[in-house]
């Protein structure tokens, strides 16, 4: 069996609170989320290339852009990924309910089958 290492995704550094380029140590590739090249995997020298690109910087200028809102969407996914978690646990258990359920019936209908039936009239 093969192991197949996927690449880091690239994530720009904090620097005084503004977004700085800064090239990672860089072992299985790397994604840039910049969407200049889509699922593009870079190697050390190649995304020193591309962090100099017009559309990269225009992506890091965005993001130092929009930090307020970057702030309000991590907010929302906390709470989306919170009320997922209380989602799931009802179903869980709704699911162990029904489990339950269909054992006890499962087991019933076993019983029943198993059960010798005979002419109570022709006991002597």
């Given at each position: 069996?093969?192991?197949?290492?996927?690449?880091?995704?690239?994530?720009?550094?904090?620097?005084?609170?503004?977004?700085?380029?800064?090239?990672?140590?860089?072992?299985?590739?790397?994604?840039?989320?910049?969407?200049?090249?889509?699922?593009?995997?870079?190697?050390?020298?190649?995304?020193?290339?591309?962090?100099?690109?017009?559309?990269?910087?225009?992506?890091?200028?965005?993001?130092?852009?929009?930090?307020?809102?970057?702030?309000?969407?991590?907010?929302?996914?906390?709470?989306?990924?919170?009320?997922?978690k209380i989602i799931?646990?009802?179903?869980?258990?709704?699911?162990?309910?029904?489990?339950?359920?269909?054992?006890?019936?499962?087991?019933?209908?076993?019983?029943?089958?198993?059960?010798?039936?005979?002419?109570?009239?022709?006991?002597?």
């Amino acid at each position: 069996m093969d192991l197949s290492l996927t690449p880091d995704t690239y994530v720009p550094m904090l620097n005084n609170g503004n977004y700085v380029d800064k090239v990672p140590n860089i072992q299985n590739g790397i994604y840039c989320p910049c969407g200049s090249r889509h699922n593009k995997v870079y190697n050390h020298q190649t995304f020193t290339s591309h962090i100099r690109t017009k559309h990269h910087q225009k992506w890091l200028q965005e993001m130092n852009e929009n930090k307020a809102n970057h702030y309000i969407e991590v907010l929302k996914y906390k709470e989306l990924v919170e009320n997922q978690k209380i989602i799931i646990n009802k179903l869980e258990t709704q699911l162990q309910t029904k489990i339950l359920t269909i054992d006890y019936l499962t087991q019933q209908l076993y019983d029943k089958q198993n059960v010798t039936t005979c002419d109570l009239l022709e006991i002597e």
